[in-house]
């Protein structure tokens, strides 16, 4: 039966260069290894590092859910370095992740002012981004995934600043970064190449991706960076579809460490859930990460600060303990390696 409404016709938009956008981030501030330009006060951090390392030695799942912020914030050289070294087990983030990502290797350059191209309609219509729906719908996307797909798209190419591209990274050294779409959120789908139906099954590949990777938690680390909504939520559908052929199989998962790094502030005992009258309620981080997944065995942390001051501090955390050989490319003997 034929739809009684119509639809918006994408073909009347007008696509716009990147060369006419007044950018907010640039390549230039992107930090180098080593760079921790806020200071640091969360003792909480070393518990967490010690999670971490732990469970890099015996094998078991780190997994980082991340928002765009990280990158946006000039964090992108810490994550790839966890990468490198093999100290994450998946990097699951959404898709604005995979837009500054992909903007940053091409042009050296991302973010737009959202309060002044809005006034003229000409918010997230730029025609170089939407090269990633070409990736995802003309690409191996649909058998490999939104997020290899996309990372060995820019890991062959020739595009110069491809060094700091997460994506390249986990593509380079076998860890995947997995992208949870959410259909409408992001600027691509504004786009007249935008195919939904591609990109939804290369998601949900990469959402299947991450719950075999936390098949792996028992012992290991979720580390929840920036992400309020997206990764709380991706990650509590994975771990009751793991959870629930553990128990089949007469296995636990319920040791592990959850650790949320944000700057809400929030009060009183974390380990409960607060009250339904309460703004934290609603605050899923909260619930999600720090008591309902963790409460029969787990343990969580919250770390208050801007991430420009907890990662560069929880990677230099992680170098004290480990300390280890840098991961191994693809083709190499990496554990991560497909």
């Not at 350059?109 to 918010?123: C, D, L, N, P, Y």
């Not at 719908?137 to 595009?159: K, P, T």
């Not at 998601?203 to 680390?221: A, H, I, K, N, Q």
Request: with cysteine.
């Amino acid at each position: 039966m034929t739809s009684a409404y119509e639809q918006f016709d994408r073909s009347q938009l007008t696509l716009r260069p990147l060369a006419q956008r007044r950018h907010l981030v640039r390549v230039e501030d992107v930090l180098a290894l080593g760079d921790a330009p806020l200071p640091c006060d969360a003792p909480s951090l070393e518990p967490v590092a010690d999670a971490v390392a732990d469970s890099v030695q015996r094998g078991a799942a780190v997994v980082l859910l991340m928002g765009a912020h990280v990158i946006k914030q000039g964090l992108s050289r810490y994550v790839i370095d966890l990468i490198r070294r093999g100290w994450v087990s998946v990097v699951a983030v959404n898709g604005a992740c995979a837009i500054h990502d992909y903007e940053l290797a091409r042009i050296g350059a991302t973010s737009e002012s959202v309060a002044e191209t809005i006034r003229q309609g000409r918010f997230g219509l730029w025609s170089e981004t939407g090269a990633i729906n070409d990736v995802v719908r003309e690409g191996d996307a649909a058998s490999q995934g939104f997020g290899e797909a996309l990372g060995r798209h820019v890991a062959e190419s020739d595009l110069v600043n491809k060094d700091v591209s997460i994506f390249a990274a986990g593509w380079r050294y076998g860890v995947p970064v997995t992208v949870h779409l959410g259909i409408g959120y992001d600027i691509i789908h504004e786009h007249p190449n935008f195919d939904a139906a591609a990109a939804g099954r290369a998601s949900y590949r990469d959402f299947l991706v991450l719950t075999r990777v936390m098949e792996r938690l028992e012992g290991g680390v979720v580390l929840c960076y920036g992400t309020a909504v997206m990764g709380p939520e991706v990650y509590l559908k994975a771990l009751s579809m793991v959870r629930n052929v553990a128990a089949r199989q007469g296995r636990a998962l319920r040791r592990f460490t959850a650790a949320v790094f944000d700057l809400v502030a929030l009060n009183g005992d974390l380990t409960r859930e607060a009250a339904k009258d309460t703004p934290e309620y609603y605050y899923r981080p909260y619930k999600t990460l720090l008591v309902r997944t963790v409460a029969d065995g787990g343990t969580s942390h919250y770390i208050q600060g801007d991430h420009k001051a907890t990662l560069p501090h929880l990677h230099r955390l992680l170098v004290a303990r480990l300390d280890g050989p840098a991961g191994h490319g693809r083709g190499g003997d990496n554990v991560l390696a497909k």
